[in-house]
């Protein structure tokens, strides 16, 4: 059984009344209406709009303003005649005056348009007592927000006809609203995001839809996850990083300074690198590809080693003159062009460095090398051993909580250069990176790491 249910305003007949109610009722029907679209019902609900042209609209508005200056014209007479000199004129007069003139100001200034507006909606019920009971529940929520509503009693068929989607308009009783107050009807109000090959996001807070997408889509595909403490950021990565590795073939790195992801790394049969003074697991920051150097150095590997070992002297030495700066890089260049010259190719590690540096003449090497002794022979030379961690493998976590303060900047750059090496690497293979930093505040209390960082 149906019933069909018309919306209307009081008075469809003056476009005065639309403009008096809009700054009133403009929000309220817009949480009406989603209450009636939201009810759990069976219900189909059309929007009819016919445009009105501009100058038909401007000739009804001057229409209705002169007719409201000749009210108040025949009021004043009224008063006079009566000895009544006032020149006040009634409040309702005066409303109707002021909407008029604000809507002449909207459709000459802010380019709105006039349109006819029919809103109708059929309701489904098992039974009269069901349909009845929805129906007292739609005409309470339409009288709540200022809305009359008008059964369409004997002419079912015809309203529903106007109702489907098959541009019939058999229901020819309509409204006049302006744009801003036709945009308010608009069902369009929840944006949808479901990209193929995406990741689940989550639930759509207002249509209760699943959130799936791609960040690769994106012009820019970076992001911050922020949230108070316990909110779950954490538990959000690791769920994409689950995604990413389960639906992909990218390669997922992850910075963790506070030990949390040692066990995802376990569960996906990843690399956990712990960096600290204690550990076995080494970084080489001298690692290179040594098989396929050039004498022109044409893809620039050595000269980014150069910028490395210079950030590591400046991080370990201070500020660091423009004489130390090009001992360093001819050691660091030289050191290469010797072994790329070698019959017996071998990966050089910061004490090849450091002894190359020992034999120059100039003493500012030897100032160098003084500075960078307790990376190579001292107590913090965690990263003076060849590399023995897998960084080839497709899920690699840097565990950076143990690491001391003497270390720390040493090791974010080591580690940082690993990774940015590992990320050029998969670009030329046409392979995706994603690299997550949890607790990126900690990285950032460096100059160096925030550096690298941006």
């Known amino acids: 059984m149906t019933e069909k249910l018309f919306l209307e305003a009081e008075d469809i007949a003056e476009i005065l009344h639309i403009s008096r109610g809009k700054s009133l009722l403009l929000i309220s029907e817009k949480v009406r209406r989603q209450e009636l679209t939201s009810l759990p019902v069976h219900s189909i609900t059309t929007i009819d709009v016919v445009p009105v042209p501009k100058d038909i609209t401007m000739k009804i508005l001057q229409k209705k303003y002169l007719g409201i200056e000749s009210e108040i014209i025949r009021q004043q007479r009224t008063r006079n005649r009566n000895n009544d000199f006032s020149s006040d004129i009634s409040y309702n007069t005066k409303v ?4 008029v003139q ?7 200034e802010n380019d709105e348009s006039l349109f006819f507006v029919g809103v109708t909606m059929v309701i489904m019920g098992k039974d009269k007592e069901e349909l009845d009971s929805v129906m007292e529940t739609v005409q309470t929520i339409a009288r709540s927000s200022g809305c009359a509503i008008d059964t369409c009693d004997y002419r079912q068929r015809e309203a529903l006809n106007t109702t489907l989607p098959i541009g019939v308009r058999q229901i020819e009783t309509m409204r006049t609203m302006l744009t801003q107050s036709l945009a308010v009807l608009m069902h369009f109000n929840v944006q949808e995001l479901c990209d193929k090959n995406g990741i689940y996001y989550g639930i759509n807070q207002v249509s209760k839809n699943i959130i799936v997408g791609n960040r690769k889509k994106l012009l820019n595909g970076n992001g911050f996850i922020f949230g108070v403490s316990g909110a779950g950021k954490s538990f959000q990565a690791k769920m994409e990083m689950g995604s990413v590795l389960l639906s992909t073939d990218d390669d997922v790195i992850v910075v963790d300074p506070m030990h949390e992801y040692e066990d995802l790394a376990k569960k996906y049969k990843g690399t956990y690198v712990n960096i600290s003074t204690n550990t076995k697991n080494y970084i080489n920051p001298m690692d290179m590809d040594v098989w396929n150097l050039d004498p022109l150095d044409s893809k620039g590997w ?3 080693k150069c910028q490395l070992m210079l950030s590591i002297c400046e991080q370990s030495m201070g500020e660091i003159s423009a004489q130390q700066r090009s001992i360093i ?5 030289d050191l290469y062009m010797e072994i790329d010259r070698s019959k017996e190719k071998y990966i050089p590690t910061m004490e090849e460095l450091y002894n190359r540096l020992l034999e120059q003449e100039e003493p500012e090497a030897r100032d160098v090398a003084l500075g960078l002794e307790i990376f190579v022979t001292g107590a913090l030379n965690t ?9 080839d493998d497709r899920f690699i976590v840097y565990g950076i909580r143990n690491l001391g303060e003497a270390l720390a900047p040493l090791a974010m750059l080591v580690m940082l250069e690993a990774i940015q090496q590992k990320i050029i690497e998969n670009g030329e293979e046409g392979r995706s990176t994603w ?11 460096s100059p160096f ?4 960082l941006q």
């Not at 604000?102 to 000459?108: A, I, Q």
Request: with cysteine; proline share 0%; aromatic share 6%.
């Open 383 to 391: 990263f003076n051993h060849q590399t023995n961690v897998d960084v």
């Open 96 to 99: 109707q005056k002021m909407s």
């Open 449 to 452: 790491s925030t550096d690298y």
């Open 302 to 304: 050595v000269r980014d």
């Open 435 to 445: 690299l997550y930093v949890d607790e990126v505040h900690v990285l950032l209390r």
């Open 329 to 333: 890089s001819r050691c660091v260049k």
């Open 102 to 108: 604000k809507m002449m100001d909207d459709v000459r």
